[in-house]
């Protein structure tokens, strides 16, 4: 199986993972929050944009393969990832060969 390589140069994106948490509010109510698992450099490909006519509007939908090195922490598709202050939403994350390397993670901007 060839070797799964990238150049440390090409993680230059500064990226935030977040974790959505139930927190009680002053009103003693569960409330969702999203707080910071961790922050990484990433190397991204642009894989798919589309635009679409929507209840009278447009909207559009991008999608990205984010590549971090690998950092023990788990991330699910339960978290979301933040890139220039935007968010996305993780559709996969999968540790790259199984070699505790880099994460492969696929995302969705949040429109």
């Not at 948490?21 to 589309?50: F, H, M, P, Y």
């Not at 991330?75 to 492969?104: G, H, M």
Request: net charge neutral; proline share 2%.
């Amino acid at each position: 199986m060839a070797d799964f390589k990238i150049n440390p140069s090409e993680f230059r994106h500064p990226i935030t993972i977040e974790r959505c948490q139930k927190v009680k509010d002053e009103d003693n109510r569960l409330v969702e929050q999203w707080s910071k698992l961790c922050n990484a450099r990433a190397k991204i490909l642009w894989t798919r944009g589309s635009e679409y006519a929507e209840n009278y509007g447009t909207n559009s939908e991008v999608e990205a393969t984010f590549y971090i090195r690998f950092n023990h922490k788990e991330i699910t598709s339960k978290d979301r990832l933040i890139y220039k202050n935007e968010a996305y939403d993780i559709i996969y994350v999968n540790n790259v060969q199984e070699a505790n390397n880099y994460y492969e993670i696929k995302a969705k901007k949040v429109n």
